[in-house]
């Protein structure tokens, strides 16, 4: 499964594209396409250059955990410095 | 230091304005990212993996107290509370938002400060020697002469768009603490046989993932042609560099590919006809810059200090930081303190908003308001005078700055790598903490004595792994960390490349490696060898072997 | 693309008169053939001394940017001016954009094939620094002259 993800233009926090279009925080609310049919939601989504940069696309497993080649670097972005666990999204989190 | 007259403030604050209204451009969609990139880039922001970086110059590593505190007021006001210290003697903050941007630099601009030039391909930020102005082995201050290139390069308009980034160090003394035989251009200001002085000028060393030593092009140039000279080498590199391949547009590869002597003879012969152009700074504005940098007024004082004395005999620690962490000043009665940004299981190079404050106080009253910045990624107070360095190490124990481990094998040099930087292949930070963690035994790191660790997390190696005594190469495979290991490479006077033994290690294996080493170094050294005389002596070979028999 | 002129300190919007143009190898490999050319183009890859004699046959030379990161023009255009005395038009083609249009002006540039649409914004852009550090091809005094003058006048 495929997700798309970038930085807010605006503050440059990591984002996920959501259900209808909106971008969000919540890497478990990122929605899902089959390989098939990114494509075309990443260019889409790359159009929307007020709201977002570097916008690319993601390996992730049916449950939206990052997968592929780039799971350590897409945990990170996701979560936070590994070294700075009060900061960024696993801060926040109340695992 | 330096101080801006209004020619120099109106500069940075057309600068800020300028940038002020690309960002507008860039949020109101006027500038697609593509073309706004190479703008913030040149304002030191970068897009990292959690958010933007925003790179702050710290010219030559000279701060003053009020500008350390408005380093402290960004990492309150705009960022998460802390900055981090990198090898070119900046400072980067990890969170800044893109709209805050132009506010942080309004404030930076009102204590003397910018991010001009910190990324791009163009002059960085000019590093020197971060004991430039107090140490005993130093020729002259080197500092004015970074100041001399720091204006001239600000804005050139014919070197904005370079090949490739281009680094300036420069040092004024045979002990190379500026790593200058690794830079674009390395200059070293030392005596000629007639009593001048002038500037050896080496030109294509460098990192990377194609590392060289730099070579020097001319042993002696007068002062006074400096920046003829630099632009006669910045003008062969900007026409003749590489531009088809990022990797091989640097300056190193220009001179290494087509040899020293055919380089040479080109910066010659365009030196030749530049000289007497208009490009030299006449003798009264080099000494308008030089009456920046006359010494502070330094007190007649004995050359021992008996209160020191007393404090060295009864209390061991501050003994201990006393011979690791403070270093001989050239004014009797004082000394260079070294403030240690590796505490154990630490992130090397980060430094909160309190620390800082505290650091900027120690400065105001015991330093002649100065603080300088180390590519080894520490501070140091330059003038402190031998009867306040009990208070002074008071206080910075009090703030977790002064563990004695300075040039000592927890004295690690990492860069971000992947818990915050976007091209990283690994995690670096890690690996120093659990290194550090390893070696906390204070006693046992003086015994093993100078070992130089340098840690990068890909092989962009801002790290300076190539150059460590043990450097180590975070590389990915398959999705999983595995580091590889160099000895024997020095970014000192004694430069050289460290050579990669055997294959890649998992993180909790690379730990165990550095501690073999150390155990075979220790069995097999001779007198007063450091690990990098060992090595050298007995070369890599035996230590391949310790490394790897027991696996 | 929109033509521009620099005028004093400003860009001016110019009239698109049709060039006869021929490539520095062209020139070289027979000069009289291209007699009736009005513009000399260089390639960005090109030393500019091979064409110091011939200079003055041409009132137009043009120098190129590939991309606006590529800036081997700007050093051409330094020696054009300053080691080869050329007096003529130096226009600049490719990727000509605002926030260049500053530093092409102090190596010696004076026209642009501008590669936007708001041709008064790159005019203002031009006005965006107030203050040279260094000597270039243009007129700006660096700071240090200025320091001198204000020194010898206090």
């Not at chain 2, 230091?1 to 057309?14: H, K």
């Not at chain 2, 110059?57 to 705009?78: F, N």
């Not at chain 3, 137009?60 to 051409?76: C, E, H, M, N, V």
Request: charged share 25%.
């Amino acid at each position: 499964m495929k997700a798309i993800t970038g930085n807010r233009l605006s503050d440059g926090a990591v984002v996920y594209l959501g259900d209808n279009d909106l971008w969000t925080e919540q890497k478990s609310e990122a929605a899902r396409f089959d390989d098939g049919d990114v494509a075309p939601v990443l260019h889409a989504a790359q159009l929307r250059v007020r709201e977002i940069t570097d916008a690319y696309i993601i390996d992730v497993s049916a449950d939206g955990a990052p997968a592929g080649r780039a799971i350590i670097r897409e945990t990170i972005r996701g979560a936070g410095p590994t070294v700075r666990g009060d900061l960024g999204l696993q801060a926040e989190c109340c695992a | 230091m330096y101080r801006y007259d209004e020619f120099d403030a109106r500069l940075v604050g057309e600068r800020v304005a300028q940038f002020r209204g690309q960002v507008e451009r860039r949020l109101s969609g006027e500038l697609s990212e593509e073309q706004f990139k190479p703008l913030r880039l040149m304002n030191g922001l970068y897009l990292q993996l959690h958010a933007y970086m925003l790179r702050v110059a710290v010219p030559y590593g000279t701060l003053s107290s009020l500008q350390m505190r408005k380093l402290a007021h960004v990492a309150r006001k705009y960022d998460k509370g802390y900055g981090h210290f990198t090898t070119r003697q900046n400072i980067q903050y990890n969170w800044p938002a893109l709209v805050d941007v132009p506010d942080i630099l309004d404030d930076l601009a009102d204590v003397e400060m910018h991010a001009i030039q910190t990324s791009g391909n163009c002059i960085r930020n000019v590093t020197s020697d971060q004991f430039a102005g107090a140490a005993a082995d130093e020729v002259e201050d080197p500092r004015i002469w970074c100041e001399v290139i720091r204006q001239w390069s600000t804005f050139h308009p014919e070197f904005t768009f370079l090949p490739r980034k281009f680094k300036i160090a420069v040092t004024a003394s045979q002990n190379d603490r500026a790593a200058i035989r690794l830079h674009d251009i390395g200059l070293r200001i030392h005596k000629n046989d007639a009593g001048e002085t002038g500037f050896e000028v080496i030109v294509g060393g460098g990192l990377g993932r194609t590392p060289y030593i730099g070579h020097t092009i001319r042993e002696f140039l007068p002062k006074k042609h400096l920046l003829s000279y630099l632009e006669a080498v910045l003008r062969v590199y900007n026409l003749e560099g590489r531009r088809d391949n990022l990797y091989k547009a640097r300056i190193k590869i220009l001179v290494n590919a087509g040899g020293v002597e055919k380089f040479t003879d080109l910066v010659e012969a365009e030196w030749a006809a530049i000289r007497k152009s208009e490009i030299d700074l006449p003798g009264e504005e080099i000494d308008r810059i030089r009456a920046y940098f006359s010494p502070p007024d330094f007190e007649d004082l004995p050359a021992e200090s008996a209160a020191l004395e007393q404090k060295r005999t009864s209390d061991g620690a501050f003994a201990r930081w006393l011979r690791v962490n403070t270093v001989v000043h050239k004014a009797p009665g004082y000394a260079i303190v070294n403030i240690s940004l590796k505490p154990v299981g630490g992130i090397p190079g980060d430094i909160s908003d309190v620390q800082m404050e505290a650091v900027a106080d120690l400065a105001a009253q015991y330093s002649q308001d100065e603080i300088r910045a180390t590519h080894e990624q520490n501070l140091v107070l330059p003038h402190v005078k031998k009867d306040d360095l009990y208070a002074v190490w008071q206080a910075l124990t009090a703030q977790e700055l002064a563990t004695p481990n300075i040039r000592l094998v927890s004295d690690i040099i990492a860069c971000p790598g992947l818990d915050y930087c976007t091209l990283a292949n690994t995690r670096s930070i890690p690996i120093a903490q659990r290194i550090s963690e390893r070696f906390a035994d204070l006693e046992q790191q003086e015994d093993i004595g100078e070992l130089k660790i340098k840690i990068s997390g890909c092989i962009n190696a801002c790290g300076h792994h190539h150059v460590g005594h043990i450097g180590i190469l975070g590389v990915d495979k398959k999705g999983e960390e595995f580091y590889q290991i160099t000895l024997g490479g020095s970014g000192a006077e004694d430069a050289s490349l460290g050579e990669i033994v055997g294959r890649g290690l998992s993180s909790g294996d690379a730990v165990g490696a550095v501690e073999k080493l150390v155990d075979y170094y220790r069995e097999n050294r001779q007198d007063n060898e450091r690990f990098i005389d060992t090595y050298r002596r007995i070369g890599a070979d035996p230590f391949k072997e310790a490394l790897y028999a027991a696996a | 693309m929109p033509l521009l002129k620099l005028f004093g300190s400003n860009l001016v919007p110019a009239l698109e008169e049709p060039l006869q143009e021929v490539s520095l190898e062209d020139w070289c490999d027979n000069p009289q053939a291209h007699a009736d050319a009005t513009a000399l183009v260089i390639e960005n890859d090109i030393g500019v001394e091979h064409i110091a004699e011939d200079l003055s046959s041409f009132g137009i030379i043009i120098l190129k940017f590939p991309t606006f990161k590529d800036g081997r023009a700007y050093s051409q255009a330094r020696l054009l001016r300053e080691r080869f005395g050329y007096t003529g038009e130096i226009r600049a083609r490719g990727d000509v954009l605002r926030d260049q249009t500053l530093f092409m002006a102090r190596c010696g540039f004076d026209a642009f094939e501008f590669a936007g649409d708001d041709t008064a914004a790159a005019s203002a852009a031009l006005g965006e620094f107030s203050l040279a550090y260094q000597s270039a091809a243009d007129r700006m005094e660096p700071v240090w002259r200025q320091r001198l003058d204000r020194a010898v006048a206090a």
